[in-house]
C-alpha cells in the first residue's frame, strides 16, 4: 500500500504547479520526509485500508471476543476490535494483526480458520496476535519498512548520479529500480 501511495503521488506530482514541482526537485530531502510521513500513515491507518480491500466484519461470537479481552487486558493489550475476514472460496486459514495505535488496532481472523478449528485453538491464534502487539512487533516491522524505504531511496538517488541516462532514460532502468524495490 505504501508502494501504491507513492505511485499514485508520483502522478499527480505531474498536475501540480510548476512552482511546487520546482521546490520539491530542488528539495528531495522535503519529498523523502513526506514519503516517509506517507508510510507511517499506512502504519497507523492500515486497519481502514485492509477492510476496504478485504470483506469483513466484527467477530460475531462474543464468548470468544470476551475471553480475547481477558487475556489482553491481563497483559496490559489494547485493540479497537476482532474481524472476520471472509476469503470466498479460497482456503486461508490465517490470522493477522494491523495498526500500530490502539485506538485503530484490529485483530483479523479468517472464516476457514473459524470454521476449521476449534475454539481453544482459534484462542490460541488470536493470542499469538496478541503477542505480536505485546512484543511491538508492528512498530519494528514499521522501522523495517522505513529502514529499507530510505536505503531504496539513496540507492535511487546514487543510480541517478552514477548511471543518470540508464536510470532516468530507458523502460529497463525504471523497471530494474521497481524490481529492486521489491528485493
Known amino acids: 500500500i505504501p508502494f501504491f501511495g507513492f505511485l499514485v503521488l508520483t502522478d499527480l506530482f505531474r498536475f501540480a504547479p510548476q512552482s511546487a514541482q520546482t521546490y520539491l526537485n530542488d528539495h528531495p530531502l522535503v519529498s523523502y520526509v513526506l514519503l516517509l510521513l506517507l508510510l507511517g500513515a499506512a502504519y ?10 478485504w470483506r469483513t466484519e466484527p467477530l460475531p461470537d462474543p464468548e470468544l471476543v470476551m475471553r480475547l479481552r481477558v487475556i489482553a487486558a491481563k497483559h496490559g493489550l489494547d485493540y479497537r476490535r476482532i474481524s472476520v475476514w471472509y476469503t470466498g472460496r479460497a482456503r486461508i486459514a490465517n490470522a493477522a494483526v494491523a495498526g500500530i495505535f490502539p485506538r485503530s488496532r484490529e485483530i483479523f481472523v479468517t472464516d476457514w480458520l473459524l470454521k476449521h478449528l476449534d475454539r481453544d485453538e482459534v484462542e490460541a491464534v488470536l493470542a499469538h496476535e496478541l503477542g505480536h502487539i505485546k512484543h511491538r512487533h508492528l512498530w519494528v516491522y514499521l522501522g523495517f519498512s522505513l529502514g529499507y524505504f530510505v536505503a531504496y531511496l539513496l540507492v535511487f538517488e546514487a543510480a541517478q548520479h552514477w548511471l543518470p541516462l540508464v ?5 529497463l532502468g525504471s523497471a530494474a529500480l521497481v524490481i529492486a524495490f521489491f528485493y
Open 44 to 53: 497507523a491507518n492500515a486497519p481502514v485500508f485492509l477492510r476496504s480491500l
Open 167 to 171: 536510470v532516468t532514460e530507458t523502460p
